[in-house]
């Protein structure tokens, strides 16, 4: 497995430009076997999960190109609606291919989705609401098997407003008869880019980025060319690891909206912070205070895929903190590694504590999840000494490129390739 060598207490200056999310770009992919069109992707970032997404897509008899960061998929009228276990058990967002199978073809089949190990992430919600479809749903021996001679429009209340199944709605509801009404809908921007992904699709959907979606199915859908949202995790994680580190950079492609509380809690710590349109600046001396409390909620909420790279802020910062994550009940399976580097944080639950340790120092820690991963990789930026960072194919699906544009801003770290 590929490792990161990186010298840390590096001062970093620039700017950086966020690729497209990752956690938009995962369900248009799914949304484009809606029609036997062909749709195409633009500036799609080169991660492993965007390569697993576009080999289930493979496997269900659609035709995948990659050009000049764009992506072209081309459904098939009739294929595989079985999608290989291999592949939804490293990858939780095939679980969107139930909803754009079914209203394609009326049938899906997948194993439960896996992807990184930071709780038990039930789908529960996903299947319910494909019920009230007018799905049917066996569950077998770890396999999910679902059919229906028609999808019908339906009222539709989340207990939570879980972002995967919401897209899942929007998926199947498109190709239903009559209209579908969604309450406690997720908000995050990410629902509002399938919506007008959707929209530009041919469908009718309104009220994304509110908790009341409706959708007005059964139209015929077509082909589209679409550019996503940038990624506000990643641009999130510069902005952090600018401020560990020190120095001025500005972030291109996300509003200060969709990081509301990042920007606040980094002001917190001490960081100047300036936004303009679609750019953040961040300014730090890279002596910080601790955060009081930081606390994961959905969307407008503190965002839990930022939480790993706080808590790694915190930890070589001054003072104490608590950590509260809600959403994931496993999400602080990077802190033994943290520890490594001399961090002092007790984990209790969710909660977790953190006494600032001042400045961290360089050890060898391995990455478990994508974000703990990138939390050891900031932690590492700002720790003295010198740290190698191993087990990158979890960084790596969801970040592209990350150490040549750390390097552009100031950051001495390269990559070790291992076969």
Do not use: W
């Amino acid at each position: 497995m590929d490792k990161f060598i990186i010298c840390g207490g590096k001062r970093l200056d620039g700017s950086v430009c966020a690729q497209s999310a990752k956690n938009s770009v995962l369900p248009l992919l799914a949304a484009s076997v809606l029609t036997g069109d062909p749709v195409v992707i633009r500036e799609v970032p080169d991660i492993s999960d965007v390569h697993c997404m576009a080999e289930i897509l493979q496997e269900i008899g659609a035709e995948v190109s990659f050009a000049g960061g764009d992506v072209r998929i081309e459904s098939l009228h009739a294929g595989n609606h079985s999608i290989p276990p291999t592949l939804t058990r490293e990858l939780r967002s095939s679980v969107f291919m139930l909803g754009s199978l079914l209203a394609r073809f009326h049938r899906a089949a997948c194993a439960y989705p896996g992807g990184c190990d930071i709780g038990l992430r039930p789908i529960d919600l996903h299947l319910n609401a494909l019920k009230r479809l007018g799905v049917s749903i066996r569950e077998r021996e770890g396999y999910i098997t679902c059919e229906c001679d028609r999808l019908t429009g339906a009222e539709i209340a989340l207990d939570f407003p879980s972002v995967g199944a919401t897209e899942n709605i929007l998926l199947a509801a498109v190709g239903a008869e009559g209209t579908t009404v969604l309450g406690g809908a997720a908000k995050e921007p990410e629902i509002v880019d399938l919506q007008n992904f959707l929209n530009a699709m041919g469908a009718n959907v309104r009220g994304a980025g509110t908790d009341v979606i409706v959708i007005k199915g059964g139209l015929p859908l077509h082909g589209a060319t679409y550019t996503p949202v940038k990624d506000r995790i990643e641009a999130g994680s510069f902005l952090i690891a600018c401020a560990i580190c020190g120095g001025e950079v500005e972030v291109e492609g996300v509003g200060g909206d969709t990081l509301g509380l990042l920007l606040h809690k980094l002001r917190e710590n001490g960081c100047k912070i300036h936004t303009k349109n679609d750019k953040i600046k961040i300014a730090s001396t890279g002596s910080l205070r601790c955060n009081r409390k930081i606390e994961t909620m959905p969307f407008p909420g503190f965002p839990t895929d930022l939480q790993a790279q706080m808590t790694a802020l915190n930890a070589g910062a001054e003072g104490v903190s608590v950590i509260v994550e809600n959403l994931f009940e496993t999400r602080y399976k990077y802190v033994p590694e943290l520890i490594k580097m001399g961090a002092d944080i007790e984990v209790r639950g969710r909660n977790a504590v953190v006494r600032g340790a001042g400045r961290l120092h360089g050890a060898n820690v391995a990455c478990g999840d994508l974000r703990g991963g990138a939390a050891l990789v900031l932690a590492a930026l700002g720790a003295e000494g010198v740290s190698e960072v191993s087990d990158l194919s979890y960084v790596d699906r969801g970040y592209a490129g990350l150490e040549q544009k750390l390097r552009a801003l100031g950051a001495d770290i390269r990559r070790i390739r291992e076969e």
